[in-house]
């Protein structure tokens, strides 16, 4: 992920050179033999077979986790699992206070200025972006745009209900924080009647977060479902939750509730089948 000028000096650690193995070998044979379509696709799963068992074989000799930041200087505040927060915000070169900044997030979210939409933008920078899990990015123009050509206030009564709001020790000019959103339709949403949607929508929580530059305004926004299973909205946050909820989901998966791709499926059945093997295994010694 790229970070901003305010982020801390992070060094990642490299990940697994198995996806390289993997297509560096699809790429050498498609190369030489100018398959079919329908071959390439067999030589793919096949490359997609091989990591889920040097995946698997992985996983049962020494477990497998995602890469972590590693800090190179020792005394840094972000050494070891937990934070010293005091330290971060001391070394930070943002010249805004977290106090100072969590009470803009909270005025950028207010009833009067909407997240931009209540105030013609404003609170928004030139070069704001808008990135969410899905949408985006977006610029400024856009996202304006983009909320104008359908008011979710007009057809719902929502209660937002954030919480939660803190300054991030890592990027000391961004604020994150909750929603539970909680939303009774009042009127009709693209063909759907309030008489047919019998219950409240409840979204699933939601971790949203703003980026401020120095003049407080706005960056960048994102948010992301941090909760699939809670609500009754198939896990959608945002605009693609009220559309699913109201009964009218948007023609993409993206806008539909999360099903397993058929690699992934793959993946998890050769993964049962090795550690069915490395029971057996063990069972032999």
Known sequence: RQMNEYSHNLVF?????????????????????APHRNTRRIMKTNCLLRS?????????????SAPVPTITDPNHPLTGMGIDTEAAFAQSTFPVKPDNLIKRAQEVVGVKTGLGTRDGGECL?????????VVGPLSKKEYLGALGSFRLEDSFDISSNMFGFTVSPVQPNRVYFFSHQVAKMTAPFFGAKPETVK??????PQ??????NEDLEVTEMGFYTVDRQYGNTGGLGGAFGFFYG???PLPFPEGNPYKRSFRFKVFNFVGQLAQKFQ???????
């Not at 219950?199 to 699933?204: F, G, K, N, T």
């Open 207 to 212: 971790c949203l977060h703003l980026d401020f």
């Open 279 to 285: 029971k057996k295994d063990d069972g032999s010694k």
């Open 246 to 248: 109201a009964g009218k």
């Open 13 to 33: 650690v490299p990940q697994s050179k198995t996806r390289t193995i993997c297509e560096g070998t699809y790429r050498k044979q498609a190369l030489h033999t």
């Open 52 to 64: 889920a068992v040097l995946l698997c074989a992985a996983s049962s000799v020494a477990g497998l």
């Open 199 to 204: 219950e409240d929508l409840v979204l699933p």
């Open 125 to 133: 920078a030139d070069d704001f972006v808008f990135c969410a899990a």
